[in-house]
């Protein structure tokens, strides 16, 4: 489980406006979003019914897209 520390910034009645983590919580949460990113990237292709490309097809299909644009 990821523990961070927030520092709140606040607004003069009080009300939490802001939040200031320490870089390396910061860090650690951007980790842990572009993980949940990928397990959610992957659970949408298995449900997608899509057939999977062999990754030697799929890597002349984005150099193919990549010259297109």
């Given at each position: 489980?990821?523990?961070?520390?927030?520092?709140y910034i606040t607004?003069?009645?009080?009300k939490k406006i802001s939040v200031v983590l320490p870089i390396k919580d910061?860090?650690?949460?951007?980790?842990e979003l572009e993980e949940l990113e990928d397990i959610r990237m992957y659970d949408e292709s298995v449900t997608s019914g899509d057939k999977p490309v062999p990754l030697?097809?799929?890597f002349k299909i984005?150099?193919?897209s990549r010259k297109i644009l």
């Open positions: 489980m990821l523990t961070v520390n927030p520092h607004d003069k009645k009080g910061f860090n650690a949460l951007m980790e030697e097809e799929a984005i150099e193919k």
